[in-house]
C-alpha cells in the first residue's frame, strides 16, 4: 500500500496487491490533480519496474538520436533553456519530468524518456523567447505565469527512449557569454541525488539505493558539464548540439 496527502488539498492511495489505485481532490483544487497526484502515482508504478523520476529536461538530437538531460534546481531556467535549444533544432521531449531506465542488463548507456503534460512559462521567458507569444496561453494561478499549449510547438512526442549522450547542469545566468565548463563526475553525481533523492536507505537494497546506483550508472557513462548561459539564447545550440554527436 502506499498513500500520499497533499495537505488538504488531495489524496493518492495505491494498492499493489488489487491493482488499484484511488484519487480524492477537493472540490476547486483540480489544478494539482497532474502534478500532485497523477505524475507522483506514475512515478510509484515505474520505479516497481527500475524506471526512475527525474527531475531534468530532455532533449534529443534529430542527427544522431542521442539525449540531452538538462539538469538543475528549480528556477534556474530548464524549461527556458529547453525551449530555446528546441527552437534551434533539438526534439523537445520534457521540460521537467524524466524518467531514467534503469532495468538495462547490458553495458550500453543507458536510456531516457519523458513527459510533456502541460508548459509553464514565466514573464522573464517570454522576454528571453519572444516567439513564445505566438502560442495559446493562459494564465496559471500564481501570477506572472502562465501555461502554454505544447500542440503548438515542434516537439517529438515518441515516448522511445533514447540513450543519454551527456548530461548539463544549469548554474546562475551571466549578461556576458556562455559558458560551457566540464563537471567531475563526483559533483555530477552529488548535484543530481540533491534533486532526485528524497529518503535515506542504509542498506541501499530499496528504492532510494536502486535509484542511486542507477543515477551514478547513468554518470559513469555520459559527459557531464556545467553551463552558465547568457541571454544570447538563439546561440546556445551551437554549444550545447555538438555534445549530442558521436
Request: glycine fraction near 6%.
Amino acid at each position: 500500500m502506499r498513500q500520499m496527502q497533499l495537505e488538504d488539498l488531495a489524496c493518492l492511495q495505491i494498492d499493489f496487491k488489487a491493482r488499484q489505485a484511488e484519487i480524492s481532490v477537493r472540490p476547486g483544487a483540480g489544478w494539482c490533480l497532474i502534478h500532485g497526484c497523477i505524475i507522483p502515482m506514475l512515478a510509484e508504478i515505474l520505479r516497481r519496474n527500475q524506471q526512475y523520476l527525474l527531475h531534468a529536461a530532455t532533449l534529443l538530437s534529430r542527427t544522431s538520436g542521442r539525449a540531452l538531460l538538462l539538469a538543475g534546481a528549480s528556477g534556474h531556467g530548464k524549461t527556458t533553456t529547453a525551449l530555446a535549444l528546441m527552437h534551434s533544432g533539438l526534439a523537445l521531449i520534457s521540460d521537467d519530468i524524466s524518467f531514467i531506465c534503469g532495468n538495462v542488463e547490458d553495458h550500453s548507456r543507458l536510456p531516457v524518456w519523458g513527459l510533456l503534460p502541460r508548459l509553464k512559462i514565466r514573464h522573464a521567458t517570454l522576454e528571453l523567447l519572444p516567439w513564445l507569444a505566438e502560442l495559446p496561453r493562459k494564465e496559471a494561478r500564481i501570477a506572472g505565469e502562465f501555461y502554454v499549449d505544447t500542440a503548438g510547438l515542434k516537439r517529438d512526442t515518441k515516448l522511445v527512449p533514447a540513450r543519454v549522450g551527456a548530461i548539463v547542469f544549469l548554474g546562475e545566468r551571466n549578461a556576458e557569454a556562455h559558458q560551457l565548463t566540464s563537471l567531475a563526475k563526483l559533483s555530477a553525481v552529488e548535484l543530481l541525488i540533491r534533486e532526485n533523492l528524497r529518503a535515506v536507505d542504509r542498506r541501499g537494497e530499496g528504492p532510494a539505493g536502486k535509484t542511486f546506483q542507477t543515477i551514478v550508472r547513468l554518470i559513469e557513462d555520459c559527459e557531464t558539464y556545467r553551463l552558465s548561459a547568457s541571454p544570447e539564447l538563439d546561440t546556445l545550440y551551437n554549444i550545447v548540439a555538438p555534445l549530442l554527436e558521436e
